[in-house]
């Protein structure tokens, strides 16, 4: 018996075929390996070249693969005997093998169907490995003769009703084949076979796989769960029993695939802590694997998933993402504060496709050259599949000559030593969540993230307010619950704090005071109207500026971090302090006596200026055109509004393709003026138009620009009102703020949840910040705007307006020499009138109740902790009953409770009423740098330690009294768990 095959020898085997060509040659070969022809041969079937094949007569069957048959002369066909029985025009191995065993009047062979089956798996093993042997470029050294034995001793067996006799003997014609392949190469090759679902696929085929299959690696998501249960009932019924008895590895896909760069960090914690407890809720087991298949990701993933529970991560699509790791299929993937995940990273091939099979062997001879842990990944839908993958299942079942299939807990489990540890690449950390949401017109794609964010630093402000006042209380559970009962609102628990400080209830209007309250754990400047108070305050520690023009008072405070500083009325009219000389009075000439005013028109335009700096706008333009420090010589800073035509528009700009303005609209000013002018703060007005080149108007923009003393930043405020909008390109057009510098400075930081992330990309996702900076000197774009585009290597488009976008109102800010970029971006995000009251004078002007002494370490997040609450007693049915009294031998099955690890933040205060015994801290380092952060307490600190996300206990902190040092690593998000010595 012998099959053709278009090659001369098996090295130069063409294994790069198409679907149809390939499954032609795989059945054509496998078919002939039939126990009952193998039988009547007393041999194994051969090959030969279908361009020239042998002459010889004594060939009972051939096999002519379709793809072949323009390769065989007819005078070979002629010269057959009638006694060759030659088979094809057939793809197909079941009707090969019928029509075998039909001209060969065997169809009464009586072989079962799991002996047959086994043999044609041993019959493609066998070619894979010969071609496998061939791609290592090593000689064959399976000893073909005891294959024929193990194999025929095997039929003799099964006819003598030696059943088990005969599968052992299968099983050693495999590991023949096994022991040449180990002569090359001797490590284990691993094979997953990975089940996709999608919402057309939860039916009656998912259903046979789950009844039929010993294991399943199923990759669910939440939706398709939720479609199941309510619409495949028996599929949902086969899944629950597939996972009480431990058949089912599941996978959780990413719910909505969220963008995590942009999102806050306390709802991305929640989000995947929702995620596994809706699995829990719905099948009583959580998901131990994590499929992440779209970019847009953040370095601290593996962190926050081990923190979380999960074992693994997926990481690749068959959408046809991938990533490559230098060859590598698994890695353990190093967040930066050092924790490690097992992520399989090696791209999958389609099980439904039938020359991936055929192309097997060269994909394991490349990935066994320098793979750690060399995995093959089949992924398929249920029922998706070739025959090809259960013949490999049979083989993996007697021996694993090419592989060993494993579930993914066995797999992570056995290469848990030998995964690469990898930090990966920066390009992950960039998603295209902007386009995805214009094509699914989400309403306003980019201030709907400002927003958000504002709301979570909202909700953190308000609990950690809230968390303050619990702290300052003590032991008294009726206060605590009032509080807790409002913990949602800021202007209450500021109120309520205030007058805890002052010991007294809060004082008619009249009161000669403001408290300034600062839950966010680092130190703020803050500007202060106190117009109404009669004397204005005096300077100390904490009132840096105080100045008075006419009946204007404003005074500049710094509020500790985790405190409050009170400004009352001063003891006398404080004296006008002389400010450094501005760039415009030159060099070396002396100091003038008078101080120039905040703001200021003369014949050259209009200028804002403090301490630090002096800027310019253009009369004509209204745009800033230059920024100088009082120290530096060169211009430091620009901006305008524009925007940037698509590319039908960009066809009629005049101007060279060189100019930098190329492509964008031209800003003209109707009207400039000075909006306000001191005493601390000075702003300026400007109207005016966005035009074409030819003059016609694409929008009317309003333009507030805001500098104060003692911050070295300056505010933006626009309103635009289009008339022309952008296309659906978000990357291409769009309404801008375009800001340039003079120096040539790096690649940017990005401020993302997780603190500063480099960018590797010109198309930024930052939702706090844009950091541009050397050893001399930084521009930081601030505001909460997360979309920036930036242009060659001085200038950044802020992205204002894209399609559907329907705010027309936005704020943001340039920062200057910020060191920590991450504290200026949560304070623009606060809502600091809301945190002031009035009241009287508190014992201390002035004070921390907590305090965080290291700059680059942040408090994400506060909140009480109450004692565990007592569980409820059994509950007895004490009516009387035929088979006796009070108990239920039998009683009825009890809903699935999620485990009580972990509780969403909603559901956290029910204990409220009972004392507050301590908190929970939620540190960021946002620098990217270890340290020892040193944290005091107003209150004696019995216990601290540092938790999981779900609560658990990992290491007990040494405590001194009130002072704690925290170790924290590099961009890691800690909590712990803080206990007091209550009374």
């Not at 020239?52 to 002369?73: A, F, G, K, N």
């Amino acid at each position: 018996m012998i099959v053709l095959i278009p090659c001369h020898s098996l090295e130069d085997f063409p294994i790069d075929r198409s679907p149809e060509d390939a499954n032609e040659l795989l059945s054509a070969w496998s078919a002939l390996y039939h126990p009952a022809l193998i039988e009547k041969n007393g041999k194994l079937p051969g090959w030969d070249r279908a361009s020239s094949p042998s002459m010889e007569t004594e060939r009972q069957l051939v096999i002519i693969p379709p793809c072949c048959e323009w390769l065989v002369s007819g005078e070979w066909r002629y010269s057959r005997s009638d006694a060759t029985v030659i088979l094809s025009q057939e793809s197909d191995r079941e009707v090969l093998v019928e029509l075998a065993l039909k001209k060969l009047h065997l169809q009464k062979h009586g072989f079962e169907d799991w002996f047959v089956q086994a043999f044609h798996a041993f019959g493609t093993v066998h070619l894979l490995s010969g071609l496998l042997t061939r791609q290592r470029h090593y000689m064959n050294m399976t000893d073909e003769t005891l294959l024929r034995e193990h194999l025929l001793q095997a039929i003799t067996e099964y006819r003598a009703g030696e059943s088990e006799t005969a599968k052992e003997k299968i099983r050693q014609a495999f590991e023949q084949l096994q022991q040449g392949r180990e002569y090359f190469y001797p490590a284990q090759a691993f094979f997953l076979d990975l089940t996709l679902t999608a919402p057309g696929t939860l039916s009656r085929k998912l259903q046979h796989a789950l009844e039929n299959e010993p294991h399943v690696n199923l990759v669910l998501s939440w939706e398709c769960l939720q479609k199941m249960k309510a619409e495949h009932p028996r599929t949902w019924d086969a899944l629950k029993h597939a996972v009480q008895e431990n058949r089912v590895d599941l996978v959780t896909d990413d719910p909505g695939e969220v963008p995590m760069p942009l999102l806050p960090v306390m709802e991305l914690m929640e989000h995947f802590f929702r995620s596994r407890r809706q699995y829990e809720e719905m099948l009583g087991v959580k998901p131990d694997f994590y499929l992440r298949s779209q970019y847009g990701m953040i370095p601290d993933l593996p962190a926050f998933l081990s923190r979380t529970g999960y074992k693994g991560m997926l990481l690749f699509s068959t959408g046809g993402w991938k990533i490559n790791m230098e060859g590598q299929s698994r890695v353990d993937w190093q967040a930066p504060d050092g924790r490690k995940l097992d992520t399989l990273v090696r791209y999958p091939v389609d099980a439904d496709s039938e020359d991936h099979y055929l192309r097997l062997p060269r994909t394991l001879g490349r990935i066994l050259e320098g793979d750690y842990a060399p995995t093959v990944t089949f992924a398929h839908y249920p029922g998706f599949t070739k025959r090809w993958l259960g013949d490999l299942k049979r083989m993996s079942d007697y021996s694993p000559v090419l592989g060993r299939f494993l579930t993914l807990s066995d797999y992570f489990a056995t290469t848990r030593y030998s995964g690469k540890t990898e930090s990966l690449p920066v390009s992950l950390f960039q998603s295209n969540h902007l386009v995805r949401s214009i094509e699914e017109e989400q309403p306003d794609p980019v201030t709907s993230w400002k927003t958000r964010h504002i709301q979570a630093e909202e909700r953190f402000l308000s609990l950690g307010l809230a968390t303050l006042n619990a702290a300052v209380i003590g032991n008294h559970p009726e206060k605590t619950a009032k509080i807790f009962a409002h913990a949602g609102s800021i202007p209450m628990m500021t109120e309520e704090f205030a007058r805890l400080i002052a010991g007294r209830e809060k004082r008619e209007k009249t009161e000669e005071g403001y408290l300034l309250v600062n839950p966010q754990s680092f130190p703020q400047k803050r500007l202060l109207d106190v117009s109404d108070l009669s004397v204005l305050p005096d300077k100390s520690e904490t009132v840096l500026l105080a100045k008075q023009t006419g009946s204007k008072k404003e005074v500049l405070v710094t509020v500790p971090g985790m405190g409050y500083t009170w400004v009352g009325s001063g003891t006398a009219a404080v004296a006008e302090e002389e400010t450094p000389p501005t760039r415009r009075f030159g060099f070396f000439r002396p100091p003038s006596s008078s101080e120039p005013p905040l703001a200021e028109q003369t014949e050259e335009g209009f200028f804002l200026r403090n301490e630090f700096f002096e800027l310019k706008v253009d009369s004509a333009s209204g745009a800033v055109v230059s920024l100088f420090f009082h120290n530096k010589r060169r211009n430091h800073f620009s901006q305008q509004l524009a925007l940037r035509f698509d590319e039908k528009e960009r066809e009629k700009d005049h101007r060279s393709t060189q100019d930098p303005n190329f492509g964008y609209s031209l800003m003209a000013a109707d009207k400039i003026g000075i909006l306000r002018n001191g005493p601390l703060t000075a702003s300026l007005r400007i109207t005016g138009r966005l035009m074409h080149t030819d003059g016609s108007p694409v929008a009317v923009f309003e333009e507030t620009l805001t500098v104060s003393r003692g911050k070295n930043r300056v505010d933006f405020e626009a309103t635009l009102e289009p008339s022309l909008l952008p296309s659906r390109s978000p990357w291409v057009s769009y309404y801008a703020s375009r800001s340039a510098w003079g120096n040539r400075l790096p690649e940017p930081r990005l401020g993302i949840v997780t603190g500063t992330c480099p960018a590797s990309s010109s198309y930024l996702e930052a939702p706090y910040f844009a950091d541009f900076r050397d050893a001399n000197e930084s521009v930081t774009i601030l505001g909460g705007l997360p979309f920036h585009r930036r242009i060659g290597e001085n200038r950044l488009d802020t992205l204002l307006i894209v399609q559907g976008e329907t705010c027309r109102s936005f704020r943001w800010s340039a920062a200057f020499d910020t060191e920590y970029p991450m504290t200026e971006a949560l304070e623009m995000l606060s809502p600091q009138e809301m945190l002031v009251s009035r009241c009287g004078r508190p014992k201390n002007p002035s004070a921390w109740l907590f305090a965080l002494e290291a700059k680059n370490v942040i408090l994400k997040h506060w909140e009480p902790i109450f004692p565990p609450a007592e569980p409820e007693p059994p509950k007895f049915d004490y009516s009387v009953r035929e088979w006796g009294y009070g108990y239920d031998p039998f009683p009825e099955q009890e809903k699935e409770k999620a485990s009580p690890e972990y509780v969403p933040l909603a559901e956290r205060f029910k204990n409220a009423s009972q004392p507050v015994i301590g908190m929970r801290l939620y540190f960021l380092e946002t620098e990217g740098r270890c340290v020892t952060a040193p944290f005091r307490s107003f209150r004696p600190v019995k216990k601290a330690c540092t938790v999981n996300f779900l609560g658990e206990e990992e290491k007990v902190m040494e405590c001194d009294g009130e002072k704690l040092l925290i170790p924290i690593g590099e961009h890691e998000f800690l909590p712990l768990d803080l206990y007091w010595q209550l009374p």
